[in-house]
T-cell receptor
Framework: AQTVTQSQPEMSVQEAETVTLSCTYD???????LFWYKQPPSRQMILVIR??????QNATENRFSVNFQKAAKSFSLKISDSQLGDAAMYFCAYRTPNNAGNMLTFGGGTRLMVKP | EPEVTQTPSHQVTQMGQEVILRCVPI?????FYWYRQILGQKVEFLVSFYNNEISEKSEIFDDQFSVERPDGSNFTLKIRSTKLEDSAMYFC????????????FGPGTRLTVT
């Protein structure tokens, strides 16, 4: 079974600084998708960024980028120029394309605090 | 922007009672999901639903659970006889199709079983 691990329960960053959230996963599949979801306090989870395993290029969405290391099974999220609105729980998630039910497997989450 | 909505936001029930959690997915979405998160634990997949039938379910989704799309807009999760360990946050999600398209999550229903 696939597992996703986020080893940092909490992280803090100064506003305008850069922070990296870690995620590792375990799978025997060669093709899969990885996601980072953000959950602000009392709000729904929203997709921040996704990475297809067959793509060597790391995904980027504005201030958010990933460092995808397939051999190491690592998928970290870098947030540049951190803003107060980035404070949230961040979840790493995994899915295989052959999964008929489209099931996401989540990590335990990292709470990010942004200091003004 | 369209959103997934869930009602109620908080449900308190007594052990052994039946509860129905309601979700309104985004209108043109075809795939629907339920996940749950017990306090302090990971978000866990329960079930996915497509074309009026279950596509996949986890081992958590036992005979106590059922899902239904009773009309063209609602998607419900029923727990027949609640247990203390069913206390959790329940998230509904929907997506357009199965491939790369993201799952859009609702705000969740906090279920407290006493």
């Amino acid at each position: 079974a696939q597992t996703v691990t986020q080893s940092q329960p909490e992280m803090s960053v100064q506003e305008a600084e850069t922070v990296t959230l870690s995620c590792t996963y375990d799978t025997s599949e060669s093709d899969y998708y990885l996601f980072w979801y953000k959950q602000p306090p009392s709000r729904q989870m929203i997709l921040v960024i996704r990475q297809e395993a067959y793509k060597q290029q790391n995904a980027t969405e504005n201030r958010f980028s990933v460092n995808f290391q397939k051999a190491a099974k690592s998928f970290s999220l870098k947030i540049s120029d951190s803003q107060l609105g980035d404070a949230a729980m961040y979840f790493c998630a995994y899915r295989t394309p052959n999964n008929a039910g489209n099931m996401l497997t989540f990590g335990g989450g990292t709470r990010l605090m942004v200091k003004p | 922007e369209p959103e997934v909505t869930q009602t109620p936001s908080h449900q308190v029930t007594q052990m052994g009672q039946e509860v129905i959690l309601r979700c309104v997915p985004i209108s043109n979405h075809l795939y629907f999901y339920w996940y749950r998160q017990i306090l302090g634990q990971k978000v866990e997949f329960l079930v996915s639903f497509y074309n009026n039938e279950i596509s996949e379910k986890s081992e958590i989704f036992d005979d106590q659970f059922s899902v239904e799309r009773p009309d063209g807009s609602n998607f419900t999760l029923k727990i027949r006889s609640t247990k203390l360990e069913d206390s959790a946050m329940y998230f509904c999600a929907s997506s357009e199709i199965t491939t790369l398209y993201e799952q859009y999550f609702g705000p969740g229903t906090r279920l407290t079983v006493t």
